[in-house]
């Protein structure tokens, strides 16, 4: 279902260079990242600081290239091919710095969780490494830590807007509250001995409520 909110905040990404999303837990982070991936034209974009299942999540709508594990020679070719590109801090800097990838092709940068990153990452290493090459790509940070907006992040990426999504905004909230309400149904595997102690505390609790209905002759439902 494609929500009227999301695609606002994906809108307002595009008014600066530099951008820090910051969204409310529950809202849809993912969704808005993957939509702003859709609106990217042909070169380079690089994704830094997802996690597996994050990358498993867009690569169910998007074609995102994982090279963390790949050899420089396969990089190579996929940064010439251009795309979604996803690899680690530690490889786009060594990259970087042999020359495998030019800093001026990158035209977006996509950093997850900033919060998660040390003073000393790669990440900031990469684009301090950009604005040497005077690049001219686009930063867009995404995060649903909103104390960010207190931190040295801002000044660290040298953050140029900051874009804000909360359930206490009246046209997100609005929106939520003419979604249909939805039933999920999620099975989790357990082992023999868990579904065993399971068993005992439903018999244990028929046992109880027995009791109740016959010392205080009462209806249980």
């Not at 991936?37 to 990358?55: D, P, Q």
């Not at 907006?149 to 807007?161: M, P």
């Not at 979604?179 to 609790?205: F, H, Y």
């Not at 027995?210 to 010392?215: A, M, W, Y």
Request: with cysteine; charged share 25%.
């Amino acid at each position: 279902m494609s929500l009227a909110y999301v695609s606002k905040l994906v809108q307002s990404l595009t008014s600066e260079k530099n951008v820090l999303l910051c969204m409310s837990r529950g809202l849809g982070l993912l969704r808005v990242i993957e939509t702003y991936l859709c609106s990217l034209g042909e070169g380079v974009h690089i994704l830094l600081n997802f996690t597996k299942h994050e990358l498993c999540e867009l690569e169910t709508k998007l074609v995102v290239k994982d090279l963390s594990d790949c050899s420089p020679q396969t990089r190579v070719k996929n940064y010439r091919k251009g795309g979604l590109i996803y690899v680690t801090g530690r490889t786009i800097t060594v990259d970087l710095l042999e020359q495998k990838l030019n800093p001026s092709e990158i035209k977006t940068l996509v950093v997850n969780s900033p919060e998660k990153l040390a003073s000393a990452a790669h990440e900031r290493f990469v684009l301090e490494l950009m604005k040497q090459a005077q690049s001219i790509s686009c930063l867009k940070l995404f995060s649903e830590r909103p104390e960010l907006l207190k931190s040295r992040i801002l000044e660290e990426f040298e953050i140029q807007k900051v874009v804000c999504g909360s359930r206490q905004d009246s046209w997100i909230s609005e929106e939520l509250s003419n979604l249909p309400g939805v039933w999920v149904k999620e099975t989790v595997a357990v082992c023999s001995r868990t579904q065993r102690i399971n068993n005992m505390l439903l018999e244990m609790i028929k046992e109880c409520i027995s009791e109740i209905k016959r010392t205080l002759k009462v209806t249980c439902s």
